[in-house]
Structures are given as structure tokens and as C-alpha cells.
């Protein structure tokens, strides 16, 4: 086995033997739902865990408005009864701080040609200049 399967590994055995059923690395867990555990986590586990599973919300990333129109969808088309307007204020305030759309990380900028050594700059030049050619062309 090589070393780089050693820590996910341990890490993974750590986990079973501490029965830890979720790996949190931001704001609490609870161990029962896999929500995060912050203020509205209450009435989730309340309105949405007798229809479907916690994992279908820890899953899901939308914005507020995106909860909202998934929550009016489930009342139009699955039954979903209505939310006493706390609540469901509470529920929206949840999930768009919990469960918003992640950031994508964007890669680095390109170096800088000052910052190339001299071989690979003139390279850089080369590159960029093709690539500024097509542009146009195209």
C-alpha cells in the first residue's frame, strides 16, 4: 500500500471507531441529520424530514430565492402543507446561510513575463501572440 492511501485511511478508520457518522470541517454537525447545526436547523428537521431525507438538503446549494421556488414547488406539486411565515422565514434564513452555492475556486492568474525566466518568456510571448491571432481571426 503506498503512502498516499495512509492518511484517508486513518482518517476514515478514526471516524468508525469514534462512530462519527458525518466529517465536519466547518460548523457543527449534528449527528442524527447531518445538518449543520445553527440557528433554523430546528424546523427543518421539523417540515422537511417526514417527506425525505436530510441528505437530499445537505446536498442541494441554492440561493434564497432558489429555496423558496423549491419550497413553493413542493407545496404545488408534493403536498407540502404551509409553512407558518416564522418558519418558513427561519427555514430560508437557514438554508441560504448554510447551504448556498459554493464559490468556484478560480485557477491562478497567469505569471507574469517579468516574472519568467528569460527562455520562457520569449515561449510566453510566443504563445500569447498565436493565441491573440486567432482571436482576431476568428
Not at 128 to 136: A, I, M, Q, V
Request: charged letters at 25%; a negative charge; one cysteine or more.
Amino acid at each position: 500500500m503506498s503512502f498516499r492511501w495512509h492518511l484517508p485511511l486513518g482518517i476514515a478508520a478514526a471516524c468508525l471507531l469514534a462512530g462519527a457518522t458525518t466529517v465536519s470541517l466547518g460548523a457543527d454537525t449534528d449527528a442524527d441529520t447531518g445538518l449543520a447545526v445553527a440557528p433554523g436547523w430546528e424546523d427543518i428537521r421539523t417540515h422537511c424530514g417526514g417527506c425525505h431525507s436530510f441528505g437530499l438538503i445537505t446536498n442541494q446549494r441554492a440561493n434564497r430565492e432558489g429555496w423558496r421556488d423549491m419550497i413553493r414547488w413542493m407545496q404545488r406539486t408534493q403536498n407540502l402543507w404551509e409553512l407558518p411565515p416564522e418558519s418558513e422565514t427561519r427555514i430560508l434564513d437557514y438554508l441560504a446561510e448554510n447551504y448556498a452555492p459554493r464559490t468556484l475556486r478560480q485557477r491562478r492568474p497567469p505569471i507574469p513575463p517579468e516574472l519568467l525566466p528569460a527562455e520562457d518568456a520569449a515561449a510566453d510571448d510566443r504563445v500569447r501572440g498565436s493565441s491573440e491571432k486567432g482571436r482576431r481571426e476568428g
